[in-house]
């Protein structure tokens, strides 16, 4: 029996929601930090900073059983495969293929969680849920056709000419990218059965930032840091908190109160988010199918969570 409270499914839908939106909206304004900072050094350094905030959650609460093995190994997978190999196979996929191909690649995710969900966790799948899935994988893929989520895919996308030869290796680390952040939510809701949010977000980080210590530090030592506008060290923070805090944070404690492939489905919000950042921060227009694909995006989150809300209030149980 978990010793963590749970919270109430509004709040859950809430933090899940908020999270995917941070997420979208850091991938879209983080654009000068890809081109000023090598990515290895970028992430030994959000690791780093998303630490020392997160110094306090480190602390074992005192009512948290000891760390069994399977929970040290869950914690492990879950930075190796949603921190660590999702951003290689995200960044390195993209440089060898492009922007496009990784969009429409990425709308498998909310699939991938829920096959995984019902594979590896053995939870019910409602139909409406796989109805939810389908919607939010068309509003992916039909969102990352437009111009405004080839924006925002591009600027975590590597600096350089692809290589054609290299292609078929681009799309393998894309399904992989795939595969490593339907693990994360696989993985996280089995974890928030004994941890709180606070602690698997502090635990996974320094997993990811020990992972990326030696590559960080190799590259850190040829760079050279004057070199880094005050505008890039302050998005530097925001980046690092978004992602290494604020964004595990409210998605652990979601997951709480919510199956994994229902939560999945909540991912479609990350290219909502950045495609809304792309219109009200940097100035580009919505098109028709932009806005088809925000509205089929948003119809798949209602689909899946209001059934949930219903069965809720008759006391039934995850849909």
């Known amino acids: ?76 997978l879950e930075s190796l495969l949603g921190n660590f190999l999702f951003t290689l196979c995200m960044l390195f996929g993209v440089s060898l293929t492009n922007a496009l191909s990784a969009g429409v690649t990425m709308a498998a995710i909310p699939a991938a969680v829920a096959v995984m969900s019902w594979a590896f966790l053995r939870e019910r799948i409602a139909p409406r849920t796989w109805a939810a899935v389908a919607l939010a994988v068309l509003g992916i893929a039909l969102l990352s056709l437009s111009k405004t989520e080839h924006s925002a895919h591009s600027a975590i996308a590597l600096e350089g000419k692809n290589s054609s030869d290299l292609v078929w290796l681009g799309q393998l680390l894309l399904i992989g990218a795939v595969l490593c952040e339907a693990a994360y939510s696989v993985i996280g809701k089995k974890l928030t059965g004994s941890l709180g949010p606070k602690r698997i977000t502090s635990l996974i980080n320094l997993w990811g930032f020990v992972l990326a210590t030696p590559l960080g530090l190799y590259t850190a030592w040829s760079f050279n840091f004057a070199q880094v506008s005050t505008g890039n060290w302050v998005l530097l923070v925001f980046y690092a908190l978004a992602a290494s805090m604020w964004t595990v944070w409210l998605w652990m404690t979601g997951l709480k109160s919510v199956p994994a492939a229902q939560g999945g489905i909540f991912t479609v919000m990350l290219p909502v988010s950045a495609a809304l950042v792309g219109v009200l921060v940097l100035g580009e227009q919505l098109t028709g199918i932009q806005m088809l694909a925000l509205g089929i995006a948003l119809a798949s989150v209602l689909l899946a969570t209001v059934p949930s809300r219903a069965a809720a209030r008759v006391g039934r149980g995850p849909q």
Do not use: D
């Open 1 to 76: 029996m978990s010793l963590v409270p749970h919270p109430n499914r509004t709040v859950s839908y809430f933090c899940l929601a908020l999270s995917m939106a941070l997420v979208g909206s850091y991938v879209a304004l983080s654009k000068p930090l890809a081109a000023a900072i090598p990515v290895f050094l970028l992430a030994w350094l959000r690791f780093g900073i998303g630490g020392l905030a997160m110094l306090s959650w480190l602390r074992k609460p005192v009512q948290e059983p000891p760390l069994s093995p399977q929970t040290k190994r869950l914690l492990f």
